[in-house]
C-alpha cells in the first residue's frame, strides 16, 4: 500500500545500519557502526562521511519508517443515520 520514497542506496545503507544493530549478540554502537561504514567507503546519501548521528538518524527514521509501513489500518465503519430536517430547523443550523 504504501510507495518506498528511499532509493537503492538509502535502503541499503539503512539494512547494514540495521544488522550491525539487530543482527548481533551484543549490538555495535552507533560511532563503532560509523567507523565500519567509512572504512568501507560509504557515504551518507548527501554524500558526506558518516558519524555516530547520522547512523542514529538513519536508524531510528527508518524504523519508524517500517513500522509505518507494515502497521495494519484500523478503520471502523459505522451505520449511516440520514434525519430529514424541517425548513425552520435547517436555518438555525445555518447561521
Not at 500500500?1 to 540495521?18: F, L, P
Not at 560511532?31 to 531510528?60: A, C, D, M
Amino acid at each position: 500500500m504504501w510507495k518506498s520514497n528511499y532509493s537503492s542506496y538509502q535502503q541499503y545503507v539503512y539494512d547494514k545500519i540495521k544488522s550491525f544493530k539487530e543482527d548481533n549478540l551484543t549490538p555495535i554502537g552507533y560511532r563503532r557502526i560509523s567507523q565500519i561504514l567509512n572504512e568501507e567507503r560509504l557515504l551518507t546519501p548527501r554524500g558526506t562521511f558518516f558519524k555516530n548521528t547520522h547512523v542514529y538518524s538513519i536508524y531510528k527514521n527508518g524504523k519508524i519508517r517500517e513500522e509505518r509501513i507494515n502497521r495494519k489500518d484500523i478503520v471502523d465503519i459505522s451505520d449511516v443515520i440520514v434525519e430529514v430536517l424541517d425548513e425552520s430547523t435547517w436555518y438555525k443550523l445555518w447561521l
